[in-house]
């Protein structure tokens, strides 16, 4: 399971032990685990009828992309904005496209997550730096507004923080994954553990390089990248992740000190791989995208109780200086990292308060915490004071048709289509599609 | 319907019928009609003398025509009476009603109407359907997406004729019906119309809908099987003259219909390919239409007929600017530029062979590539050998010698593609020049010009790789003659022009900035345009790798010295009284013609005779002079005979201007070069730069930076105006800094410039003498004007607005106005700005939030920086760089309540809404039980400006502290203090407090006065939550507590109170942080702004801010003037309900339909749309 499809299951899960009827509800591929919950896949008919039989509806990204018609729907609706994909976008659009297509990519994006927020009863963001950059959104598509602020001043009801959270139950290793078993890691070398993919707004280069730098004086480290291949196999491998191989290989590092698995890591099992690190690491580029994502990698650090290295700038980074789990260096800058890395090497008192401090504020992002604000919504859900308000309702209504025309630009058709390829659902659109063109 | 004769022939079409019936079968009489599902207000133009009425679910720049009111409302539950109306008509809406609801529709609107009722939609016949299938399948084909409308028709399902008909017939409501939107016509016209817009050809679009709504409606577009079914139900006595639709023909017919349909849009759709010019007399469509003409099927016949006779008309009167400029692939890939290549060829046989074969060897698609010769009457055979030889090449014969610019200015505009590239006929291209001037061509960027390399023949020595100029218009190429290897060519590098000989330009931008000028005849025309480009906001760019080998001077070393001269010198003239700005022109003209007498002596050698011009010399009237020496004379008479032209000239260059002199001259390269070398002419004209102060105009100006304050500025001043204030004096040991203030007078503040603006006519003035601007809050709102300035727009963003005016606001009705006039101005305020700080880093994530919904963050601004601080940087608030001074008591032992041993808790300002004053006085009760000798000093209570509404909380605030016995006694109340007094009562203060209540705001703001606590050394005790508080907990700098807890609070000034040697360590860190934060490094990022401002200007020019995505949501948060006019009517028609609450709430309550009464009622008609919200605000 990837990010998306982690967190809606916990929600689901959250919110079913607390006693509602929950439905997870997924339009891409799904091979079910055993869920204390109904899991249903399927396509706007599965989807229209379980639209008509819930009270809420908790959705995320680009849903009301592939099924406008749910922008209508009567039921309450959570919005859960906590990735700003649209900034992903900047990056992703600027090597893949021509300047007019990226215009429009860009602009569709903002335009989807525009509806969406002309239609919320109720947000989630990952942190507090995501929510004040939503609350500038909300506020300029007029959301905040006299009747959403004399419900809740601090608005806390209109938007409210869920960050990614970490299993409730502590990791726990039925057997090395990496440690005396990979190819060239011996039983006691030092591992660092990259925990996630290598995508392009990450910066492996820059902990290579470092690792480069570290390799005379502690012969023994390796760095471990986990997720080579995405669980999805349809989505592509990134451009940085073939430039941090041939970095690694032009070092003459892939194999001795640099590893790559380029095989799959099962969700469940995922704390064999993350208990045999000694430090888990996550380095990006200073881009506005990485500034407001939330690494829920960082969080896997977290439940493993791994003292943390990363770059500092966003809420991970503020998190580890200001509760010592580790050390955040600045973006791009090898000296530092290879220096902060070295240190805690060498200093094994260092390392076990690391390891200390994360594994006392790990509780702090259990899921079960962190899922609060949602929980306590579902328990009394309303909608939103000025979607009940007729004046107020029809001028953000009237926001929201116009983001949704514009989502449906000249690019909505190629977009789209290739969001759905990605999730698997390519020959079902394009079949759809076929039967409109008929 | 004249109105409507330019709009889309469906919408012609669409309207066509209840014009006929409104003006054929109604009275003359002025009647009420009602348009539902119309967001733009159509029939107000239609229908001028009747009273009008659109309504629907949103608003789409609404007309707002006399007698005509737009309002938005439901179809399902119209505002009216019953009867209210005696026509109302719909178009194309029932289609996109849930089919369960289409007669719940239809019912509402015979409810409100007392006469026809006008229904316009298409049904769902399948050859409708068929119809509507093919277009969108075609638009998705060729513009890569498909018609939302008819997507949504498709969802909802195009409604059936006989179940709506059955329905009327139930109901027993007579209805008439006809058609129009003959399938025939509809399908292959929209074919050509999506082909027309994929090829960028909007133009003709328009003009094919004039043309087809003249001459083929109505008659040829009423035929059978028809798009659109017009019902007319409860038709008036005798309706238009008006075709009755066919009955139903046979299954089978219909599935023939349906197929022969299909067929004509593939065989058109194929016929269209994406070069396809539609009007091409032997085109593909011309055979298509041909094929039509000669078919069995009457109706196919009949379309012919209508093709051909739109397409006569259009041909009878082409339009210039029509020409089929982009040719796009269906894809989305980058456009496929077609380039003219243009030569100009005067008895250039012997070149000929050489240049044109070097074209025909280029490695760009020959399909996006034409050649065209034009030729200046040569008599050496070129035409035949052209003729013979190069068939390929399109001549245009002069039959005289025009000069290069007009001959250029010829090709480019016989030429049919996007690009011209010019080239001189003595030379020969290397194979990818073209393909290398396309790839640096970069029109969304600007750069709409393109220099190519020009080498020697044989390629060893250079002839162009920089364009450079002096100041009196002498353009120059570096390097020229030169090695290769001695000479620096750097690709991509801006130029001031490129060399006429071989470029790459826009076709559209050399057409509309006037090209080449023609009077120039030869010589400079080049340096001109590119100046020229300049001036109007273009760039001109070099390409390394374009190359071309000249062979140098191989026409015009035929001309003599002395025509030459006439020409270099007369342009050089011309081109700097046409591009420099008035203030630069003031400065070089006389310089310019100075030295122009000099060259003229210089160069004719007629310092040798100058004795006989001596009084008591030679009496001989004549002498003989060369002609080189009169061609300068020859260049001013020139030019003053056509004096009165070329200041027209001038004035249309000016009124481009995008770019200031001062950005421009920097490409001047080697402004003070001189033309000639002789010692004399360089003497004089080191004399003549030295005289008139010249180096100093050409020297990098520092950028001007006006702060523009809302408030005055000196004593008592307020938040905002100190802000603008501290930053001007920061900012000035940067750059020349001014502020501008309200008021009429100039002065001077701590040695910055202060200047007065009485209004707003002046303020703009000063700003567009200044290269930044930077304002605040709702200076926008004020003046308009402000957006409009080439200057860079610095907005100031240090206060998040919203959350404060929605709390001053939050309890009174017009609170949802004035917050949607907020929405409104901080929209605006985003779209304008080229850039924004803000006071910390986290009102930047917030700021970043709003410019992202407004689709500011675009891909031209990301890729400029990916970090955005190029759009928004935090400007914090920085402290004053002395400390302190304390001239004299103001507090302990002058006040009568205040002892000089008395301890004193300081409130350092005013106390707006958002703050919590009431907890500290309760936790103050607590405190002074326990601490006698404590005092609580509120600095300021009133405020300064009477603008800004008194705050019920200073009330609350003074009546609180007299309950407890407190006031004027242990609490007291001072009056705002001078901003520089200020200081003492810091200085004499104790501790100081700051409590806010916990809002959404809380987190965002920036409590400027915790600065001047720490400033002061003061210890604090904070609530937590914003950005200062943060600083205070990290930096023990005073006690944070949670908002809203009293006991807390005052525990901890009992703390702080009891405790001098804590108090003391505070104050020494208080001080230790101050020291680090200066106003002086708060302004970092406006310094970079202030120095090299056209970095952002051409930001503003790439980006695509409020065009894409907010384009609407600008119309809902009405970003226009009247639409500001009709809020404010709004807000006093809200007032006047409330004050008439009881007489409303009477006759709401008495009645069943309140809209009714309203309208019946003079005065309130026009607030219907309110009522509810003023009973919301009354029930509550």
């Known amino acids: ?75 309450t609706m959570v919005v859960d904005l906590y990735d700003p994909f649209h900034l992903e976008q900047l990056e992703l659009s600027r090597e893949t496209s021509e300047h007019d297509v990226r215009v429009e990519v860009v602009a569709s994006t903002v335009a989807v997550l525009n509806e969406q927020i002309a239609r919320g009863d109720f947000f989630l963001c990952a942190s507090e ?17 006299p009747l959403t602020y004399d419900a809740d001043p601090s608005l806390r009801s209109l938007i409210d923080v869920v960050p990614f959270g970490v299993d409730d139950e502590p990791a726990s290793q039925n057997r090395h994954e990496i440690r005396g078993v990979v190819d060239g890691i011996g039983s006691d070398d030092e591992i660092l553990l990259w925990g996630g993919g290598v995508y392009n707004w990450f910066d492996p280069l820059t902990l290579i390089r470092a690792v480069d730098a570290l390799k005379e004086r502690r012969p023994a480290l390796r760095l471990y990248f986990l997720g080579m291949k995405h669980p999805n196999p349809e989505v592509p491998q990134m451009r940085m992740a073939t430039e941090a191989m041939a970095l690694s290989d032009g070092l003459g590092l892939t194999g001795t000190h640099v590893f790559f698995n380029h095989d799959w890591v099962p969700y469940e099992q995922r704390a064999d791989w993350l208990l045999d690190a000694d430090i888990g690491v996550s380095t990006h580029l200073d881009h506005v995208e990485t500034a407001f994502s939330f690494r829920t990698r960082v969080l896997d650090y977290l439940w493993a109780g791994l003292p943390i290295v990363c770059t500092a700038g966003d809420a991970m980074g503020e998190l580890v200086t200001d509760h010592g789990l ?3 260096v600045p973006a791009d800058d090898v000296a530092a990292l290879a220096r902060a890395l070295g240190e805690l090497l060498a200093d094994k008192a260092a390392r076990a308060d690391a390891a200390a401090a994360v594994r006392k504020i790990a509780p702090e992002f259990a899921w079960s915490r962190a899922l609060a604000p949602l929980v306590a919504f579902c328990d009394a859900p309303r909608r939103a004071p000025d979607l009940l308000d007729r004046e107020t309702a029809g001028r953000l209504a009237a926001v929201g048709r116009t983001a949704a025309r514009q989502r449906r630009g000249p690019l909505h058709v190629v977009t789209s289509l290739r969001r759905h390829v990605r999730n698997g659902r390519g020959g079902e659109v394009l079949r759809m599609a076929l039967r409109r063109l008929r | 319907m004249q109105s409507l004769r330019s709009q889309s022939f469906d919408l012609y079409g669409r309207y066509s019928h209840v014009f006929r019936i409104r003006t054929e079968s109604l009275p003359e009489a002025p009647i009420r009609i009602l348009d539902v599902g119309d967001p733009f207000g159509t029939i107000a133009a239609l229908f001028p003398d009747d009273e009008t009425v659109s309504l629907d679910i949103y608003e789409d720049n609404p007309s707002f025509a006399h007698g005509h009111q737009p309002l938005i409302g439901s179809g399902f539950e119209l505002p009216f009476v019953d009867g209210a109306f005696d026509l109302i008509c719909t178009h194309d809406v029932l289609e996109h009603i849930p089919w369960d609801r289409r007669t719940e529709f239809i019912a509402e609107l015979l409810r409100v109407s007392r006469g026809p009722v006008v229904l316009v939609a298409p049904f769902g016949d399948p050859r409708s359907v068929r119809a509507e299938q093919l277009i969108n399948s075609y638009f998705v084909a060729r513009l890569g997406h498909s018609i939302p409308a008819l997507d949504e028709h498709a969802d909802f399902v195009l409604p059936d004729t006989d179940l709506i008909t059955a329905w009327l017939d139930e ?4 209805y008439a019906r006809f058609g129009d939107g003959w399938v025939y016509h509809w399908v292959p016209f929209y074919y050509l119309k999506a082909h027309l817009l994929a090829a960028g050809f909007e133009g003709v679009v328009h003009r094919i809908d004039e043309a087809f709504n003249a001459l083929l409606f109505p008659e040829a577009d009423h035929a059978t099987p028809h798009y659109r079914t017009t019902l007319v139900m409860r038709p008036p006595a005798s309706l238009p003259d008006l075709p009755t639709p066919a009955p139903q023909p046979s299954d089978d017919e219909v599935r023939a219909q349906v197929d022969e349909l299909t067929q004509l849009a593939l065989t058109l759709g194929e016929a269209l390919s994406p070069t396809e010019d539609p009007l091409s007399r032997d085109g593909r469509v011309a055979e298509w239409v041909a094929a039509r003409a000669a078919s069995d099927s ?22 210039a600017d029509d020409a089929l400029d982009v040719v796009r692939e269906p894809s989305f890939g980058k456009p496929r530029r077609r380039v003219a290549v243009v030569l100009v060829n005067w008895n250039g046989i012997e070149h000929l062979p050489p240049c044109l074969d070097s074209l025909a060897a280029q490695d760009y698609p020959k399909d996006l590539t034409e050649v065209i010769v034009v030729d200046n009457g040569s008599t050496d055979g070129s035409l035949e050998l052209l003729a013979r030889d190069y068939p390929w090449v399109r001549v245009l014969p002069q039959g005289h010698n025009t000069g290069f610019a007009p001959a250029v200015t010829m090709g480019a505009q016989a030429a049919t593609s996007e690009c011209v590239a010019f080239m001189n006929n003595d030379m020969r291209a290397h194979p990818s020049w073209l393909s290398e001037l396309v790839e640096a061509y970069d029109p969304d960027n600007n750069v709409v010009c393109v220099a190519g390399q020009i080498q020697s023949w044989d390629g060893e020595r250079v002839d162009f790789v920089e364009g450079v100029m002096n100041f009196y218009g002498m353009g120059d190429q570096v390097g020229h003659g030169k090695p290769l290897a001695h000479v620096d060519a750097r690709d991509g590098q801006p130029l001031l022009f490129a060399c006429g000989g071989a470029m790459l330009v826009s076709r559209h931008v050399y057409l509309t900035t006037g090209g080449f000028d023609p009077d120039f005849f030869a010589y400079f025309e080049d340096v001109d345009f590119g100046w020229r480009l300049w001036v109007m906001g273009y760039e001109v760019r070099f390409a390394e790798k374009a190359i071309t080998y000249h062979r140098l001077h191989g026409t015009s070393s035929r001309f003599p010295d002395h025509q030459r001269t006439l020409l270099y010198e007369r342009n050089g003239l011309r081109s700097i009284m046409k591009n420099y700005g008035d203030e630069q022109l003031a400065k070089v003209l006389a310089p310019a013609l100075l030295l122009l007498t000099k060259r003229a002596v210089t160069r004719g050698r007629l310092d040798l005779g100058r004795d006989a011009y001596s009084l008591g010399g030679d009496r001989e009237p004549n002498e003989t002079v060369s002609r080189i020496a009169l061609a300068h004379i020859h260049a001013v008479d020139d030019l003053i005979n056509g004096l009165d032209e070329l200041i027209e000239v001038r004035e249309r260059v000016q009124r481009a201007r995008q770019r200031t002199d001062e950005e421009i001259l920097e490409l001047f390269g080697t402004p003070f070069a001189p033309v000639l070398h002789d010692t004399d002419f360089v003497e004089a004209q080191q004399k003549v730069v030295d005289g008139f ?3 100093a105009s050409f020297q990098q100006r520092a950028r001007r930076v006006l702060c523009v304050s809302s408030y005055e500025i000196g004593e008592k001043m307020r938040g905002p105006a100190i ?11 940067t750059v020349p800094v001014a502020v501008a203030v309200p008021g009429a007078t100039d002065g001077e503040v701590d040695g910055i410039p202060t200047l007065g603006y009485p209004d707003e006519q002046t303020l703009v003035r000063l700003a567009s003498a200044s290269d930044v601007v930077l304002i605040q809050g709702f200076m926008l709102r004020q003046c308009s004007g402000l957006a409009q300035l080439p200057s860079v727009i610095v907005v100031d963003l240090y206060d998040p607005w919203l959350f404060e005016n929605i709390e001053l606001h939050g309890e009174q009705p017009e609170a949802d106005v004035a917050i949607k006039q907020d929405v409104s101005v901080i929209n605006e305020l985003l779209d304008a700005g080229d850039f924004f700080i803000c006071a910390s880093e986290r009102q930047r994530d917030y700021w970043l939030g709003m410019l992202s919904a407004r689709g500011a963050i675009d891909s031209a601004t990301y890729a400029a920086d990916p970090t955005l601080r190029q759009l928004i940087d935090v400007v914090p608030f920085g402290l004053e760089d002395h400390p302190p001074r304390h001239a004299r008591p103001v507090l302990k032992g002058v006040h009568p309540h205040v002892a000089a041993d008395d301890l004193v808790v300081l409130w350092g300002g005013g106390v707006w809404d958002w703050f919590d004053p009431l907890a500290v006085i309760e936790a103050f009760a607590v405190v002074v039980e326990r601490v006698p000798n404590a005092k609580l000093y509120f600095l300021g209570l009133e405020l300064s400006s009477p603008d800004v509404p008194k705050m019920k909380m200073a009330e609350a605030v003074v009546l609180r502290s007299k309950q407890l016995g407190l006031y004027d006694t242990s609490i007291i109340f001072g009056d705002w203090a001078p901003y520089e007094e200020r200081e003492a009562f810091l200085m004499e203060a104790d501790i100081a407090i700051s409590a806010a209540k916990d809002l959404a705001e809380t987190r965002l703001a920036f409590r400027s006065r915790i600065l001047d606590y720490l400033w002061a050394g003061l210890p604090v005790v904070t609530t937590s939550g914003d950005v200062l508080s943060d600083l205070v907990e990290r930096e023990d700098l005073g006690i944070v507590v949670p908002p809203g807890n009293i006991t807390m609070l005052a525990n901890a000034m009992l703390q702080l109170l009891g405790n001098p040697a804590r108090r003391a360590a505070m104050s020494a860190r208080c001080e230790r942080v101050a020291s680090e934060m200066s106003w002086s490094s ?9 120095l090299e401002p056209w970095r952002w200007r051409t930001l503003r020019a790439a980006r695509v801010r409020g065009r894409l995505v907010t384009q609407d949501v600008q119309m809902m948060f009405a970003n226009r003037d009247e639409e500001m006019a009709r809020l404010r009517a709004d807000r006093d028609e809200l007032v006047f309900l409330r004050q008439h609450s009881e007489e409303l709430e009477a006759i709401v309550r008495h009645k069943d339909r309140p809209y009714a009464v309203v309208r019946k009622t003079p005065g309130l008609r026009k607030v219907a749309s309110l009522l509810k919200r003023a009973l919301a605000a009354l029930r509550a």
Do not use: Y
């Not at chain 1, 995501?130 to 500038?136: I, M, S, V």
């Not at chain 2, 802000?723 to 040991?733: D, V, W, Y």
């Open chain 2, 693 to 695: 102060g010249l180096a």
């Open chain 1, 1 to 75: 399971m990837a990010g998306p499809a982690i967190r809606a299951w916990k929600m689901a899960t959250a919110l079913s032990a607390r006693g509602h009827d929950v439905t997870l509800f997924t339009t891409g591929n799904c091979d079910p685990l055993p869920a204390p919950f109904t899991v249903r896949r399927g396509w706007t008919d599965e989807l229209k009828q379980a639209e008509a039989w819930c009270d809420v509806i908790v959705f995320q990204g680009f849903v009301i992309d592939g099924q406008p018609w749910l922008a209508h729907t009567d039921k």
């Open chain 1, 129 to 145: 730096k995501q929510r004040d950059f939503w609350l500038g959104a909300l506020g300029a598509l007029g959301r905040i507004n």
């Open chain 2, 171 to 174: 109901t027993q409501v007579p």
């Open chain 2, 723 to 733: 802000r603008a204030f501290e930053i001007a004096k920061a900012l000035s040991t």
């Open chain 1, 326 to 328: 580790g050390a955040a």
């Open chain 2, 1082 to 1090: 708060c302004v970092t990022p406006l310094r970079k702004v202030a």
């Open chain 2, 298 to 319: 009457a109706a196919q016949r009949q379309l012919a007929t209508s093709i051909t006779t739109v397409f006569d008309a259009l041909r009878e009167t082409p339009a």
